[in-house]
């Protein structure tokens, strides 16, 4: 599934995860990029496309690192504002995975 997200997904707003070697790798989870998340996550979900934000608190404002919590980091905050879950599982179809990757390549 991952390796058909990395071959399919051809929009330039989104970024793919970088890996050197993707048939070795576990793939929990396919996160990508993108500036327009929220919107994204609208546009999936109208389509029946359920994607998730698993982290939806950058770690230096999660309250395990109060002591953090005054602190800026901008990168972090960044990314953590940019990050979505796509759905992965070895169940999908050739035809889902087309389809997710048509709305994603259109959007």
Request: hydrophobic share 35%.
């Amino acid at each position: 599934v991952a390796n058909y997200y990395l071959n399919h997904i051809k929009n330039p707003k989104i970024i793919l995860p970088k890996v050197l070697n993707a048939s070795g790798h576990v793939w929990h989870l396919f996160v990508i990029r993108t500036s327009k998340r929220d919107e994204l996550h609208q546009y999936l979900t109208e389509k029946g496309i359920q994607t998730l934000i698993h982290y939806p608190i950058a770690p230096n404002k999660q309250k395990a690192y109060k002591d953090l919590n005054h602190l800026n980091f901008s990168l972090t905050e960044k990314v953590n504002k940019e990050v979505i879950s796509l759905p992965i599982n070895a169940l999908l179809k050739e035809d889902e995975l087309n389809e997710i990757c048509g709305y994603l390549n259109d959007i």
